[in-house]
């Protein structure tokens, strides 16, 4: 019966290595509070002109409501899907008390 050997690491590779990405050792990976703070930035400036608009007709307010979804579509932001994603989600949440009659 045959045996299937180990395969050895090569020498100088380290499988466990961390991967590329990760800051170097002794510094703080700040870009996940740095999204977070800009998404929060981005949610307060469409909540604003949501509260702006709010006494506008019922017409207005789909307009703007409409405007905002199409803005922010994630398919419509390629280079930024992720923050899209956030704004268009919480413009969903913000639907019903804005579109009420």
Request: net charge neutral; aromatic share 6%; hydrophobic share 30%.
């Amino acid at each position: 019966p045959q045996q299937q050997q180990q395969q050895q690491p090569r020498p100088g590779a380290n499988a466990s290595a961390p991967p590329s990405s990760s800051p170097p050792p002794g510094t703080v990976d700040t870009s996940r509070l740095e999204e977070a703070e800009e998404v929060a930035r981005v949610k307060a400036q469409v909540n604003a002109q949501l509260e702006q608009t709010r006494k506008e007709d019922i017409a207005s307010r789909k307009k703007t409501f409409k405007f905002l979804v199409l803005k922010w579509h994630p398919d419509k932001n390629g280079d930024n899907a992720e923050l899209a994603t956030q704004i268009f989600q919480f413009l969903q949440t913000q639907k019903d008390w804005y579109l009420k009659e």
